[in-house]
């Protein structure tokens, strides 16, 4: 308390203000500015998933087996983010194979 009863001014003892090291600005924000990023590439993986099951879903719909080709393989059964399972059966169907377990089905 001060000298007529009003509230002291003074700090505790042992406390100083804090404050930001210069040039640690440009730091938080490039801090700030990657956790943005980062939660936006979650949005983007659940839309990218969400593409991917609805597209596969689509084909199952019409047919319950479907071929891929090199593209559609990486896409659908390679690349993160995938939470289905897939059974793939590979075949050697050109005649330059001369598969006869695949040329008999």
Known sequence: MGAAGAP???????RRPWHLPAGSFPFLLLLLLLCIQLGGGQKKKENLLAEKVEQLMEWSARRS???????KF???????????SMIVMF???QP???CSVCSST
Do not use: E, H, M, V
Not at 8 to 14: I, K, L, Q
Not at 74 to 84: A, E, G, L, S, V
């Open 65 to 71: 087996i479907f071929r891929l080709n090199g593209d």
């Open 91 to 93: 075949t050697a169907l």
């Open 8 to 14: 002291s001014r003074r700090r505790p003892a042992g």
């Open 74 to 84: 990486r896409k659908f059964i390679k690349t993160p983010p995938r939470n289905y």
């Open 96 to 98: 330059q194979r001369q």
